[in-house]
């Protein structure tokens, strides 16, 4: 095939909103598919390249050097280079990436390209894009990038924004080095604030802690050492949502503008990076404003434009996806599909313009003079903005959004090729341009499409299995002129014979339909075909115009499970005969379904021996396909004859055979007879040219193989589509087959693809040209009359009635019949079926249906009628025998089941009821079974793991209840610790006494009984060397938990102390625990000795209450479920409310165990000489009881009966007799009586007390109960001040880690800085001399000057000088004096180095003119003149560069020496920090905190404004405040003794008369400033105030207090509202679920009350029957009852409040600790 040709890249269309930008000032250049296309917006026209490499991932497009960079899709992806016009391959970038890039751009001046890969690595790479090479790399940590680009003023920044970033990048260079070095930048919140959050350091530290100054940060809590600790924010559940970068745009001045995705914008500065809230979408007018943030968007400006029906004239989210910067200020646009421009004034932003576009906005790029926009959309349309006609936009070009389904030929098939897209846009395309002609939506999605090659027409199928018919006599302005509902099910298929005498179409409902597809017979269908699982595939071939039509279906078998073997294995090929239309009748079809005849068609069924695709039928009846195996090209040929051991299926029977005989008849089996080279990737179609010698294979991979039949190992390949994306969706020949369409499967594109021909394939081309035009000329008179047939049809209009509800109409059709079915059974009345009637949307075959129905209604109605009739006379019978038996004995009727006649009926319904039941039991089985796994965890988890129950006693006469404590078993590693510990702690006890006894010295003689007398005493007062409870901290040891094994609270130093003073506090508690569960057990036990007595004397009391005919209630004590929590366990038969179920074994069994009792019982009724012996003498009794014998009347004599004067003496006698036992009688009853209730009162009062004395044992285990609680929370509690010393112990060797590992990363950087530096400094060095040399040779240059002309005459070298002297002036270069004037908004593009030579060689050009020459100087001095200035001015351009390069490493070089110096200073910082940590970690474990239990004391601390500090106070004796007390008063007393004896002196001196009164005056003064000093009350605040001098710094301590205890009150009232706010939202969440819960209850509660009613109704009728004579005796015992509950209750209220009084009463006298800061 290679010696045909090849194939080129025509043209390819499609856009699905990729990036659309400017390679030139009126070039747009976008990626379309495998392909790029150039665009150009003044002449229209477009060109597309196929791209080298797997595909194309991402374009990045440089509008100052009109280049394109491609990133390939592949494993190890390369970015290629390409320069436009001619798109050649400039360079090629590798290494990369592993998988993908993410982002490319490219500098806006300089030859810079930046790349960002994906997966894994993240890397951003700077490359020189003109050579390929790699500058710089950096991989990041993990974070994905969206977006990339360059400063424009400054190719050094690079910015690069994701979903979790906005890093800048600096490009440092040293001559050939790069370095790039990141600055992060911190995004902020969603709400526009910037989260600097600070360390709480304090937040979970003790007081000693903060006492200490030991601030852990946010890693150090979490644990974290490494690099993630320096990065590390916090917990995201504790943070604030950060917002997502979406677009960014630099500004002039070095700033960057980014949107997010929830609409909000921001400026940061790329050198200090502080961000600033430029705007942020508005809140409700209901919410409340930020008062923290500025509002920066002005009410009044002109960003609220008026409310538009077109366009959301608001910014929001999704508004800002992409933004440009111009000079009239910031484009934006985005998914709300409007394209603003924001003008930004002093943070403010005002909205100056917007755009309206059709669909969500996916690329702006701005045209190199700035004076056009490229707007890109989602739809697959470009629009052209032109900021100088504000509100408006020219559409470039609009190809519309979707995949493309299909592509086919339009006839004559040279000139035009029809497309359908997903969304059923039928679009018409050029061959020789790419051009669009025309597109007609048929509002339905489409599945496929073909045009017949006999008229301009083309069949597109529909998701609905429908077919469009559109005509293109006109291709300018295609018709829909006509729709077919061919199937209920998608059309997969739709094939044109190529003389276009058929349409075959198919579908995974198991048909394929033939059709005539001419205008003239208005496209009537002629029958269908059969065929067994899902249509694969449909090919044809008509060899000659007159010849029969071969047809070939593929499909599979196991289409319910294709991911087995989804390529098809079986085939069915037919034949249409040459006059099938001709001679087409009725008897063609089996029945009036229009099935066709086997043998009409000549239908074979045969196997693929290979499952394969995309079966064609060529010439010669050889079938061409993809193997699925080994994916080759395989050739089959097909049979003449059916397999002799094949039997085709009868016609009556062919919907029901599963074609098994065919799939084991080895002989239907097609052999391959040859293969040939074929795809990658599984799948495909095969496609015969036209003239039917090429043969061309596409498939998943995304190649084309071309070949010819001669030479099929050889074939022209191209690579239309990528295999990522789905690879080649379908492909079709033009009629002379120089053309090649293909559709990729989902990149939206449609490539055409050309011949380039060689002599020897022009040859060949001729053949088919020759055989297209013989196809044309046998078809033209056909075409011209099913085009004009076609040209007046008028066109098609979808109807209401077409788009309704088909299943709808359906249930009520059956609904309806169903009602007046009933009705008819009801008046005894015969119905009759109606007449089906076809719905509006019934498919040809479901009419074919309805006719076959309606002639078996003609053929048959005679005998339907009388069928009807018997029916109904049958009927009739069985209602009279039915109610003939409602009249009959119970014993004689029969059940209703027995007059069904329809026992099959029955049977099948009763089958599915039984199944029913058994679904749903088997689902109940399996919840019970769940609930039953649940119930047994639960179980094993909480009761059988613990060796200790727990359980609760309640008292006899009150509500008091005591519980136990539930205990575990210990494990096997927990007695193990302590066993371990415990020997720990006995080898350091003896090790301790050991250490004692060597250490101690020998006592001196004489005062050994001294030191023998103290250490009695200190002994007797210490309690025998024991720490007593006030320095334990607990009273453990006073209940069960002491032990020697404790280590002091004063010497917990260490972290393994500390650990094993943890393991043996937690033996204590299970020894308390354990030491009240056995009191706790002996109560109980006493409990049931009780309940057993009770029980016991009950049982008399009910005999006693039983002889009085008493009817007092007997209190029986009952053990509740809290008392008894093993009988949760167990379910009792009163627990079940409803009815067992029993099975009908159980059923037989019960049977069985009742007819076995019934015969014992009667057997026991039979004579008993026993029973009758017993009766007979004894009366029935063996003893006779005293009770019994009172309770006997004596018998009255027969005679009383008489009036008392017809007695004889005798019968006086007798009633005297009879009168005195009766009296004798009664007395003894009375006595008897009187015993009784003396015993009754016995027993309960022996109740009563024996039940008082177990409630107030019960009582004195409730104290016992709160005190062992209290012992428990006192070793609980100094178990957790354990804990949290070892966590900030662990907290503090963590911050040590981190900040070690911190100093050696610094150190290990240092020592690569200093590296660095010296190689820079190297490097600059070696430079410098290089460019001194440089500058010395350019000095050079202009010093012999003269030396070189001194054979010209002085005056000539004068002048020759000044222009040697003289430069060219700065010009641009041609290719920016071409563009229109830029206005862009970052200035000319400074020209590089290689251009700003250019120009000036270009302008030295003008000035080495001969013009310029002096007069007299020869030509060739004039020429060494210009070569010598030439040399001149490359020399200074060479030492210019030079400079610059020399300044940008001297600048390099002062970077690194700066970074060794900020590094040295961040070592030795660490380094302080280390010792810092160290000295904080030593005093922590030095300085132990104690817990003490004291007696109630006094504070005589001022607790101060609010907050408690007590770092001033000391803990101290109170009798020592008592001797300091008794001494103060004792030197009192002295001196006022003193005072007297002078006093007394002084009378007895009689100095002078004057001196004496005077000096008594001065003593009774002195008496009165003694009484007021003494009298004097000198409080704390005096006595501070006289001993403090300063008092400013006491207020400003006081001040500071109560800022202190606001601020905590602040944050404490902070976090009570944001609990109260979590409690608020968890209540609506009830709310709404409890609202949910009424209405169902409210549901419930109507379907009760018609349940109520119903059964009131019920017993209103039976009220006389069932009337309730005990109703007045139930209300009082229920009135009753209730009065003792409320009494109760009171009771229960008063006794809580005694309680309570009781309980503040003790707590008055309980002991208090001084006053704890909290």
């Known amino acids: ?152 003023m400054d190719w050094h920044k690079v910015c690069v924004i994701g979903p979790e970033q906005l890093t800048f990048w600096n490009i440092e260079q040293s001559n050939k080095k790069y370095v790039l070095l990141p600055a992060k930048v911190k995004l902020p919140a969603e709400d526009g604030t910037v989260d600097d959050r600070m360390d709480d350091a304090s937040s979970r530290m003790s007081t000693r802690a903060v006492m200490y100054g030991i601030k852990v940060d946010l890693a150090t809590k979490a644990g974290l050492v490494g690099e993630l600790a320096e990065t590390f924010e916090g917990v995201k559940d504790d943070l604030k949502k950060r917002v997502v970068p979406v677009s960014h745009c630099w500004t002039p001045k070095s700033e960057v503008y980014f949107g997010c995705e929830g609409g909000q914008l921001f400026k940061v500065d790329s050198e200090s990076h502080t961000v600033k809230l430029l705007y942020k979408p508005t809140l409700p007018s209901n919410s409340v404003k930020d008062a923290g943030s500025p ?81 890109g959309s989602s739809m697959g349309a470009v629009h052209i903005y032109d900021p100088a006609s504000p509100g408006s936009a020219e559409k470039l070009f609009d190809h519309h959004h979707g995949n493309f389904l299909g592509v086919d030929i339009l006839s004559p098939g040279t000139q035009h090729c029809v497309t359908v897209r997903q969304s059923g846009e039928v679009q018409v395309w050029t061959l020789e341009k790419p051009q669009l002609v025309s597109s007609i939506s048929i509002s339905r999605a489409a599945s496929c499409i073909a045009c017949c090659p006999s008229s301009k027409l083309a069949a597109v199928g529909t998701l609905s299995g429908h077919v469009y018919m559109i005509e293109f006599n006109n291709v300018e302005n295609p018709r829909v002129v006509q729709r077919l509902a061919v199937h209920r099910t998608p059309v997969l298929h739709l094939v044109f014979e190529q003389y276009g005498r058929y349409l075959l179409t198919g579908s995974d409902d198991g048909h394929v339909f033939i059709m005539d597809p001419r205008p003239s017979v208005e496209f009537n269908i002629l029958g269908h075909v059969l065929i067994d699982g899902l249509i694969m595939s449909i090919s ?114 062919a919907l029901s055979l599963s074609m098994s005989p065919v799939e084991n008849n080895k002989a239907s089996y097609l052999q391959p007879l040859a293969e040939f080279p074929g795809h990658e990737l599984p799948g495909g179609k095969v496609v015969l040219s036209p003239h039917q010698k090429w043969l061309a294979t596409c498939a998943p991979d995304g190649r ?289 006494e050991a250490r004692k006894e060597i250490m101690e010295t020998p006592s001196k003689p004489g005062t050994a009984g001294e030191n023998e007398e103290k250490e009695l005493d200190d002994e007797s007062e210490e309690g025998d060397g024991k720490e007593q409870p006030s320095t334990t901290g607990s009273l453990g040891a006073m209940f069960g938990g002491g032990s020697d094994l404790f280590y002091s609270q004063f010497e917990l130093h260490t972290k393994q102390q500390k650990q094993n003073q943890i393991i043996l506090l937690k033996d204590a508690l299970y020894r308390i625990r354990t030491a009240f569960n056995k009191e706790f057990d002996e109560v109980y036990k006493m409990k049931e000795m009780e309940i057993a007595r009770i029980k016991e004397k009950n049982t008399r009391i009910r005999k006693i209450l039983e002889d009085l005919d008493s009817g007092e209630a007997v209190w029986q004590p009952e053990w509740s479920i809290d008392e008894k929590p093993e009988r949760l366990l167990e379910v009792s038969d009163s627990e079940v409310k409803v009815e067992k179920y029993i099975s009908p074994e159980q059923q037989a069994k019960l049977d069985e165990e009742a007819k076995i009792e019934e015969e014992r019982r009667l057997r026991e009724k039979a004579d008993n000489a026993r029973e009758r012996a017993l009766d007979m003498m004894m009366g029935g009794v063996l003893e006779v009881k005293k009770e019994d ?81 209290m012992v428990i929370n006192q070793e609980e509690l100094k178990i957790v001040r354990l804990q949290f010393s070892l966590l900030q112990e662990e907290e503090l060797g963590t911050k040590e880690a981190e900040i070690a590992r911190r100093l050696k990363s610094r150190q290990t950087r240092k020592t690569g800085g200093q590296l660095a530096v010296i190689n820079a400094k190297k490097e600059a060095d070696q430079f410098r001399d290089t460019y001194d040399i440089l500058v010395a040779e350019d000095k050079v240059l202009d010093k012999v000057f003269r030396r070189e002309f001194n054979d010209v005459p002085t005056s000539q070298v004068d002048q020759l000088y000044k222009l040697f002297r003289r430069r060219p002036r700065g010009r641009r270069g041609a290719e920016h004096s071409m563009d229109l004037p830029s206005i862009s908004p970052y200035g000319e593009r400074p020209p590089s180095p290689r251009q700003q030579l250019s120009n000036l060689l270009k302008g030295l050009t003008e000035l080495d003119d001969e013009s310029h020459m002096p007069e007299g100087v020869e030509l060739s001095v004039w020429e060494r003149m210009c070569l010598a200035r030439k040399n001149k001015l490359e020399s200074e351009q060479n030492v210019k560069q030079k400079a610059l390069v020399m300044a940008d490493m001297n600048a390099f070089l002062q970077r690194r020496q700066e970074e060794d110096e900020n590094l040295k200073a961040e070592i030795e910082e660490l380094l302080e920090r280390i010792n810092n940590v160290q000295e904080e970690k030593l005093r922590f474990m030095c300085n132990l905190e104690v817990q003490f239990l004291l007696k109630q004391g006094q504070v005589e601390v001022d607790p101060g404004p609010f907050v408690y500090d007590h ?208």
Not at 30 to 58: M, Q, R, W
Not at 68 to 93: D, L, M, W
Not at 860 to 871: E, F, N, Q, V
């Open 1 to 152: 095939m290679d010696a045909i040709g090849s194939l080129e890249l025509a043209w390819a269309q499609g856009y699905n909103g990729s990036k659309a930008e400017y390679i030139s000032h009126n070039t747009i250049c976008y990626a379309c598919g495998s392909n790029v296309n150039f665009y150009n917006t003044d002449d229209k026209k477009e060109t597309a390249y196929p791209s080298l490499g797997g595909g194309i991932h991402l374009i990045a497009v440089s509008n100052t050097h009109h280049t394109v960079a491609i990133a390939e899709q592949a494993i190890n992806p390369r970015i290629f280079i390409h320069s436009y016009p001619g798109f050649i391959k400039t360079a090629v970038c590798e290494n990369g990436a592993q998988l993908e890039y993410a982002a490319l751009a490219f500098s806006y001046s300089g030859r810079y390209l930046a790349s960002y890969s994906g997966l894994p690595e993240f890397k951003l790479s700077i490359w020189h894009w003109e050579t390929g090479d790699l500058l710089c790399s950096k991989e990041l940590d993990g974070l994905p990038a969206t977006d990339i680009s360059f400063n424009p």
């Open 295 to 375: 509002e920066l968007i002005r009410e009044d400006s002109d960003l609220q434009l008026p409310s538009s029906p077109n366009y959301n004239n608001t910014l929001g989210e999704g508004s800002l996806s992409y933004m440009k910067l111009h000079k009239d200020g910031l484009y934006v646009g985005g998914e709300d599909a409007t394209l603003r421009c924001l003008t930004i004034s002093r943070d403010e932003i005002n909205l100056s313009d917007s755009w309206p576009c059709e669909s969500a906005i996916t690329s702006l790029s701005w045209s190199s003079s700035y004076n056009k926009l490229a707007v």
């Open 540 to 653: 044809c071939n008509t060899p000659d115009k007159n010849g029969d039509t071969k047809v070939v279906v593929t499909s599979n078998l196991h289409q319910k499970d294709a991911s087995k073997n989804p390529a098809p294995h079986k085939i069915i090929q037919f034949d249409l005969k040459k006059n099938f239309i001709k001679d087409f009748s009725q008897d063609y079809h089996v029945s009036l379904k229009c099935d066709l005849k086997d043998e009409v068609i000549n239908r074979m069924n045969l196997n693929f021996a290979v499952p394969s695709y995309g079966a064609a039928v060529g010439p010669g009846e050889i079938i061409y396909a993809i193997s699925y195996n080994h994916k080759r090209l395989c050739k089959i040929q097909l049979p003449d004859e059916p397999p002799k051991k094949m039997e085709s299926p009868t016609p009556s029977i």
């Open 704 to 992: 084309v193989h071309v070949r010819t039949m001669d030479d099929m190992e050889k074939a022209v390949s191209v690579r239309a589509h990528t295999f990522r994306q789905g690879g080649v969706n379908s492909m079709v020949f033009s009629a002379d087959s120089m053309y090649l369409i293909t559709c990729g499967a989902n990149d939206g594109t449609v490539s055409c693809y050309t011949w380039n021909f060689t002599t020897f394939g022009k040859n060949k081309y001729a053949s088919a040209v020759e055989m297209s035009r013989t196809l044309n000329v046998a078809l033209n008179g056909v075409r011209k009359k099913e085009d004009e047939v076609l040209a007046n049809m008028m066109e098609w209009f979808p109807t209401t009635s077409q788009s309704g509800s088909r299943a709808a109409s359906v249930i009520e059709k059956d609904t309806q019949e169903l009602s007046e079915k009933e009705k008819a059974v009801e008046n005894d009345q015969i119905y009759t079926t109606p007449t089906p009637i076809p719905s509006s949307d019934a498919t040809w075959l479901e009419l074919q249906e309805l006719e076959a129905i309606k002639e078996e209604d003609k053929q048959y109605a005679d005998m339907k009628k009388d069928l009807r009739t018997d029916i109904r006379d049958l009927r009739r019978t069985i209602q009279a025998m039915m109610k003939q038996n409602e009249t009959l004995p119970e014993m004689e009727k029969l059940a209703h089941q027995e007059f069904n006649l329809d026992t099959e009926e029955q049977q099948r319904l009763e089958a599915e009821g039984q199944a029913e039941v058994e679904m749903i039991r088997e689902d109940i089985e399996f919840e019970n079974l769940a609930m039953v796994y649940l119930r047994d965890t639960i179980k094993r988890t909480c009761w059988d793991s613990m060796a200790v129950k727990g359980r609760s006693l309640k008292a006899f006469h009150s509500n008091l209840e005591v519980t136990n404590y539930p205990m575990r078993d210990r494990t096997h590693a927990e007695k193990e610790i302590l066993a371990f510990v415990t020997k720990i702690r006995e080898i350091e006890i003896a090790e301790l």
């Open 1189 to 1269: 014998e009172l309770k006997k009347d004596i018998p009255v004599p027969a005679f009383m009966s008489k009036p008392q004067e017809e007695w004889s003496e005798d019968e006086k006698k007798l009633a005297q007799d009879y009168e005195r036992k009766v009296k004798e009688l009664n007395e003894e009853r009375e006595k008897y009586r009187k015993a009784l209730e003396s015993e009754l009162k016995k027993l309960q009062t022996t109740l009563a007390d024996t039940t008082g004395n177990f409630d107030d044992k019960l009582t004195d285990l409730f104290q016992k109960k709160i005190k062992t609680e």
């Open 1511 to 1718: 770092t001033d106070s000391i803990l101290i004796h109170r009798g020592v405040t008592e001797d300091l007390n008794a001494t103060i008063r004792q030197l009192g007393e002295q001196k006022i003794a003193a005072m007297t004896e002078s006093k007394d002196f002084r009378k007895g001196i009689h100095v002078l008369e004057w001196e004496h009164n005077k000096n008594l005056m001065k003593i009774e003064d002195l008496l009165n400033k003694a009484r007021d000093i003494q009298s004097l009350k000198v409080s704390r605040e005096l006595q501070k105030y006289l001993n403090d001098a300063d008092h400013e710094s006491k207020k400003q301590q006081e001040i500071g207090k109560l800022e202190e205890t606001l601020d905590l009150q602040d944050r404490h009232h902070e976090k009570n509202v944001r609990e109260r706010k979590d409690i608020l939202g968890n209540i609506r969440k009830v709310i709404r679920r409890k609202e949910k819960e009424n209405s169902k209850l409210m549901r419930e509660l109507q379907e009760f009350n018609v349940s109520v009613a119903e059964r009131k109704h019920i017993d209103a009728v039976n009220a006389d029957r069932h009337a309730d004579s005990g109703a007045e005796k139930r209300m009082h015992d229920i009135v009753q009852r209730r009065k003792l509950v409320d009494l109760a209750k009171a009771q229960a209220q008063e006794v809580a409040v005694l309680r309570a009084e009781v309980e503040r009463l003790r707590m008055r006298t309980f002991p208090a600790l001084v006053q704890v800061e909290h």
